[in-house]
């Protein structure tokens, strides 16, 4: 246990005496919560046993390794879920990336380059401007002070749950995500976005975004 939570029951993993997420997960469902937090999903029983709860009324939290937002569908079924019961309890996805902040106190303005333009997927705009920390004893000359996060949000429409259940591939479901009505915000959008409101540069997108997707 991290911290103590008042009406919040918390059960610790402990594998070696057969503590399991998933055998916890199914002792949590015998005291009928409203909702339940598991800290990962990181094998098919749990998948299987965290979908099943969410359509039996409870609300599920967790997280799960993968390289955005709309990679966990193909992970939860990679695991072994069925599509159809993916699509009827998976509400939503979150997923996030903590970059670097420029530091407030010797940032400066600059014109990137073609190249570095075209690194971010950007038209080239000579009048475009972007900024970075020159360096200073605030940010230990690094440029850099504190992070901030970068999201992305996946909503389950109707249509995206349609095509979920019938065992759609990860392009059908980009497809419908272009559609402006579904307001889907990749993370490379996101960032690319900081980078404009002089948050964070260029380099720390294309290392800490574009290396992952």
Do not use: W
């Not at 993993?13 to 409203?34: C, H, W, Y």
């Not at 479901?173 to 976005?193: K, T």
């Amino acid at each position: 246990m991290e911290y103590n939570i008042d009406g919040v029951n918390q059960v610790q993993i402990n594998e070696k005496v057969g503590m399991t997420f998933a055998s916890g997960l199914r002792s949590i469902l015998r005291q009928d919560p409203d909702i339940i937090a598991v800290g990962e999903i990181r094998d098919g029983e749990t998948a299987e046993i965290a979908m099943r709860s969410a359509i039996t009324g409870h609300v599920v939290l967790s997280t799960i390794h993968t390289s955005d937002a709309l990679g966990t569908v193909e992970r939860l079924i990679d695991m072994g879920v069925e599509p159809y019961l993916v699509a009827s309890a998976l509400k939503g996805v979150f997923s996030q990336r903590l970059v670097r902040r420029i530091c407030p106190n010797c940032r400066q303005p600059y014109n990137p380059t073609e190249e570095q333009q075209s690194e971010l997927g950007l038209p080239y705009d000579p009048e475009r401007v972007f900024y970075r920390g020159k360096g200073c004893p605030e940010c230990f000359d690094t440029g850099y002070r504190g992070r901030t996060a970068v999201f992305e949000i996946f909503p389950l429409t109707i249509q995206v749950r349609r095509l979920i259940a019938k065992g759609a591939g990860r392009e059908a479901l980009e497809s419908m995500l272009s559609d402006p009505a579904i307001g889907f915000v990749s993370l490379r959008d996101n960032a690319i976005r900081l980078v404009e409101e002089g948050k964070t540069t260029g380099e720390e997108v294309l290392r800490v975004i574009y290396e992952d997707i």
